[in-house]
């Protein structure tokens, strides 16, 4: 559960997340599909050349996604439920890859944030990437 | 047996030779401990653990976690030999320390955010491949003895 102390550090970290979309949502995926290469099973479409233009527009797509729900903190269902129906019904990406994703995104967030990405910080994302996961499966059955 | 290349040895080496124990053993267990606050199932003993302040200062944290890191350190001293090195520690966590080994890929995923947030840039990917792929299978050793 998302306290109002969470909530304020995720918007918080935001800020500094805002400028670089394109930047940190490309290093997030480009090191999931690097650290785990089994994810790379649902993108055989894309060219994952590092820099690739497919990783820098997918790469900011989630991310604006994930700024949206920062954005819904109160009401993550409704702001994500065209996604989760997308995820439920079309792309049916095993939820376990979420974890995955989660992991590289905060690993982005330490080596560019540093000492900023202090333990309450991660603790509360750690919390908001589990949220949007949880809601991104809700439909799958 | 682990499969490692040269590459994945010497950017395991490389960081490891950078890393002060005491201090990202500390960091890396009171994270544990304020991210999934369940951890803390294990610590009655540690005394005050009531905030992510008190977890942080808590001395038998720090010492604690500067155990755990330097124990982790002898797999990177045997990175062909991992499974024999964790032989005993796997029985200790089974039988005498009762810990799910969930516990261990959750301290593995913090560390590896530990490391990022230390290393920022020179944490490349790369890095974080060969590291994620360390921290697995130091889990991996530990479970192997549950009964």
């Known amino acids: 559960m998302l306290t109002a102390a969470d909530k304020k550090l995720i918007q918080q970290v935001w800020e500094k997340v805002l400028g670089h979309q394109e930047d940190f949502g490309a290093e997030a995926l480009e090191r999931m599909f690097i650290t785990y290469p089994q994810t790379k099973t649902y993108f055989p479409h894309f060219d994952l050349h590092h820099g690739s233009d497919h990783i820098r527009g997918h790469g900011k797509k989630v991310v604006t996604a994930l700024g949206n729900s920062v954005k819904s903190l109160d009401n993550l269902s409704q702001a994500l439920s065209k996604l989760s129906n997308l995820h439920a019904y079309n792309l049916r990406v095993d939820p376990v890859n979420f974890k995955l994703l989660s992991q590289c995104f905060q690993v982005v967030l330490a080596v560019h944030l540093g000492n900023s990405y202090t333990p309450e910080v991660h603790a509360a994302f750690d919390k908001f990437l589990s949220a949007v996961a949880a809601v991104l499966a809700e439909k799958y059955r | ?147």
Not at chain 2, 8 to 21: D, M, P, T, Y
Not at chain 2, 38 to 47: D, H, K, L, Y
């Open chain 2, 1 to 147: 047996m682990v499969h490692w290349t040269a590459e994945e040895k010497q950017l395991i080496a490389s960081v490891w030779s950078k890393v002060n124990v005491e201090e990202c053993g500390a960091e890396a267990l009171a994270r544990l401990l304020i991210v999934y606050p369940w951890t803390q199932r294990f610590f009655a003993s540690f005394g005050n653990l009531s905030s992510p302040t008190a977890i942080i200062g808590n001395p038998k944290v720090r010492a604690h976690g500067r155990k755990v890191l330097t124990s982790f350190g002898e797999a990177v001293k045997n990175l062909d030999n991992i499974k024999a090195t964790y032989a005993k520690l796997s029985e200790l966590h089974c039988e005498k320390l009762h810990v799910d080994p969930e516990n261990f890929r959750l301290l593995g995923d913090i560390l590896i955010i530990v490391l990022a947030s230390h290393f920022a840039r020179d944490f490349t990917p790369a890095c974080q491949f060969a590291w994620q792929k360390l921290v697995s299978v130091v889990a991996h050793a530990l479970a192997r003895k549950y009964h």
